[in-house]
Structures are given as C-alpha cells and as structure tokens.
C-alpha cells in the first residue's frame, strides 16, 4: 500500500486548499494585506476613481508624470494618465527597454448602471433616472439594493464638477423598484433575464414638489433646483456628464472566520489593488516593470482608454524610443500577466462547472491558459511554454497557485484583455483571483488568494 501512496505522491496532481499549505505567518500578512484592499475598493468605485486613488499612491512613492522627451534613467518611476479612466506605470529596469518589459495587466471598470445622457423625469409625483446598464449584468441584481451616484459633470466652459453622493453615512442613497409579490403573477412568468427588464432599471431619487400650486413637474423641477445649488448644472448639462449608479456599501469581511472579503466591483479591482501595489514596491528591476489599470473592459476594451486601443503599444514605444531602442523589438521580447479574475466554484450552483478544471475559493491565484466561449472563440491561447515558465515563477517563489476554466465547455464563456495584448506580439497569459457571484453588485473572494495575486504580481515584475 505505501508503495501504491507514494507512486501517486510522485506521479499525481495534487491540489490543495492553500489555507492548510502555508504558515501561519502567510495568513496574517494576508489578512493585513486585505485590510489596504478594503479600503481602495471603497476609495474606487470607479474608473477614474481607481486612476486618482492610482496617482495619490504612486506620486507617495516617487512615481512622477511621463515627459515625452525626457531620459529616464534605470531605477525611475513614472506614470502615464490617460484621460483619467486608465492609468500605466512604469519603474525602468537595468536592461534596455528593447530587451522587453514585464507587464501586468488589469482592469479598473466594473459592471455598473451609467445614467442616460438624458435621464431625469418626472411620473407620478417621483422624480427618477433613465439607466443605460454598462457591462453584463443580471438586471434582477439591481433592484431594492441603496445606489450611490459616483461621476463627472464636463461643462462646456471648460468646468469639470466631480459627483459623489450616497456613500457617507449622513448622505442619501438611490434605489431601483421591484414589484411587490402580492402583484408579481404576471412578472413572475418572465424569465430571470427578463425578470427586470433594461427600461425598467429606473432609479427613484425625489418626491418633494417645488412649492407652487402652479405648473406640471414639480417634483422634477425640485430636484433641478437641488443640482444647481449643489453643482451651477442644468438639466442640459447631463448631456457631457458620465454619471455612474453603483452599490452604497462598503467592502467588509464575510464569513464567521473572517477569511473571505465581500464588496462591489472586486472584478477586477481585486487584480488591479495587486498590480498597483506591487508595482508600488519594485525597486530596480532587471526588465523594465509595467502596470497598466484599464478601462472599458466589461464593454470589449473598446475606446481610447480600453486596451484594444494603442495606448499600451504607445507607450511601450515612447519607453524604447527614449532609449534610441526600436518599439516593435521591445514589444516583441515582451511579457504579460493579464490579471484578471476566474469564476471560483460556488457549491450551490457547482452543475456549470467541470471540477478538475474549476477554481476554488483559497486554492490560491488562478492561472488560466485560455478564455473565450465554446470551441475557445476569442482567447489568447497561452502557449505550453509561456504557461511552464510562468508556473515555474511561482513554484519558486512558494506562491500557492491553481489552474482553472471559466466553466464547463459548451456553457458560455467570457473574454480578458489577454486577446488585445497578444495582437502586439507579446507572450500573455491571465492570472487572478477567483472570484464568487462575479458581477453581481456584491462580489466575494478570499483573502489569501487576493494576497497570492499580489505576490505572483510582484514576483513577475520585480
Ligand atoms: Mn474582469
Ligand atoms: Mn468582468
């Protein structure tokens, strides 16, 4: 018998809960680690949110603005603010950029209700928002949960006013109606899709009418008035705003052991707090070090902020080019973790999932060879040796790690920035956090895989 045990010590792929594997010692920085974590999800509810959050951490630890022009020598730490939705920063390596650079790479927006550029009316005595839901989402989720209402007003004077309200304690929150059961016969017949339907996802935000016995729309005008006491905006000026409906909760433990973190928007903020802060604590690199947090990922990575654009590729040439280096070389001899979360497991619904290539919550960080939908329908597919040499990286770093699908092959799928990178020609391949109810407005994920993303981060790029 024990030879039989020991041949299959030798010859098996074991995996293990990564809570059993490490010291104690690796459980508490974790838990210390999550703590900062915490308070960025909180700070960063949104893209731009993350990109000043990004900026105030970085320029603490010496990060300055890119100069087009400017030499930056080995050692320097730099940033490159893109429109204040996407942010990359660099720490120059000891090698020449056409060498290559070790980049990783996450994203910073999460599935939200964005406001119509025309949104508030009046019905009924209440004033409410039109939504326009940006990334997938589960309509359903949404409703009778507080909203907070985070963005930008751009005014045509030049004026940009930012908006924040619902998430201090004293201030008002937002809130989407559902049908109360007692009426539901009809809506109950719905599919789940169609349960809440897109035009119905209407945020109430007032009642009290303009005092006047005069006039049609006095709740709405009320609301008006407010806006422009509090902002110089009128109904107008919502037309240049991006105006974002999110959760009002904070970000807090779950769990009697406290071992898990519940919170919106963790994907994938749960990969980009990691791709931050460890690029935050790179000192001297060998190969230039690049972090980029990007926008427009739940919508295809499409526009100037999101990585189907160039932006990447710019930069990764203004780098080069300030060494008299060649921009296609260094993309060439590039590599990339693209950091964004897997599905973990959840027991209630494990029928989607194909357990020897599932993820678990506390496994540790997910490396994932390929995404995509069906017969691997847009994905990079990592090659064998990518996925080697980056297991090997971890391997020797006692970084605790896992491998995972995103469920069972004829379910569905999804796609990461994986795709846009490997178009430049660089190795790529996605690493994470597995993530339960992923999504939804309230997302859960482990601390020790959180603190395992930080580390494969860290040990990639230092
Ligand atoms: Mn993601
Ligand atoms: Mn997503």
Redesign the pocket.
């Known amino acids: 018998m024990s030879d039989i045990k020991a041949l299959k010590n030798k010859l098996f792929l074991e995996r293990k809960n990564g809570r059993l594997i490490v010291k104690d010692e690796v459980l508490q920085k974790a838990d210390e680690y999550c703590e900062g974590y915490k308070a960025f999800l909180d700070a960063a509810k949104t893209e731009r949110e993350a990109v000043k959050e990004a900026v105030k951490m970085a320029e603490s630890k010496g990060f300055v603005p890119f100069e087009m022009g400017k030499k930056y020598e080995k050692g320097a730490k730099i940033y490159f603010n893109n429109r204040g939705k996407t942010i990359a920063l660099a720490v120059i390596g000891e090698e020449k950029v056409e060498n290559g650079v070790n980049i990783t790479a996450a994203h910073i927006d999460s599935p939200r209700l964005d406001l119509k550029p025309n949104p508030l009316y009046e019905d009924s005595d209440l004033a409410l928002f039109k939504t326009h839901y940006y990334?997938g989402i589960k309509k359903y989720q949404w409703t009778v949960t507080p909203l907070a209402l985070h963005g930008v007003f751009a005014l045509r004077n030049g004026e940009v006013i930012e908006v924040s309200i619902g998430e201090k304690e004293d201030e008002p929150k937002f809130v989407i109606g559902d049908l109360l059961p007692h009426l539901a016969a009809e809506q109950s017949k719905r599919t789940l899709n169609e349960g809440i339907k897109g035009e119905e996802l209407n945020v109430l935000v007032g009642s009290h009418p303009f005092k006047s016995d005069e006039g049609s729309e006095l709740v709405k005008l009320n609301i008006l008035k407010l806006l422009n006491e509090k902002y110089g905006i009128t109904e107008g000026d919502f037309l240049s705003a991006e105006l974002e409906m999110v959760p009002a909760f904070k970000a807090c433990d779950i769990g009697f052991d406290r071992s898990l973190i519940g919170g919106y928007g963790q994907?994938?903020r749960v990969c980009a707090y990691p791709a931050l802060t460890a690029i935050l604590n790179v000192e001297n690199p060998e190969k230039t070090a690049v972090a980029i947090l990007a926008d427009k990922?739940?919508i295809g990575s499409s526009g100037n902020t999101g990585l189907e654009s160039d932006f990447l590729r710019f930069i990764i040439g203004d780098l080069a080019k300030m060494q008299d280096g060649d921009a296609t070389v260094a993309l060439r001899n590039s590599k990339c973790l693209s950091a964004d979360v897997n599905a973990a497991l959840d027991p209630t619904f494990s029928d989607v999932m194909e357990r020897k290539n599932a993820s678990f919550v506390n496994y540790g960080v997910v490396v994932t060879k390929y995404t995509g939908a069906r017969g691997k329908a847009a994905t990079s597919d990592a090659s064998a040796e990518y996925v080697a040499e980056i297991l090997a990286l971890l391997d020797k770093a006692d970084i605790v790690w896992q491998t995972g699908e995103l469920g069972k092959v004829d379910l569905g799928g999804g796609g990461t920035v994986a795709q846009y990178i490997a178009n430049m020609g660089v190795d790529v391949i996605d690493l994470g956090v597995p993530v339960l109810s992923?999504?939804a407005p309230f997302e859960t994920t482990a601390k020790f895989d959180v603190y395992m993303c930080y580390r494969a981060m860290y040990e990639f790029m230092k």
């Open positions: 990334g994907d994938d990922e739940e992923m999504h």
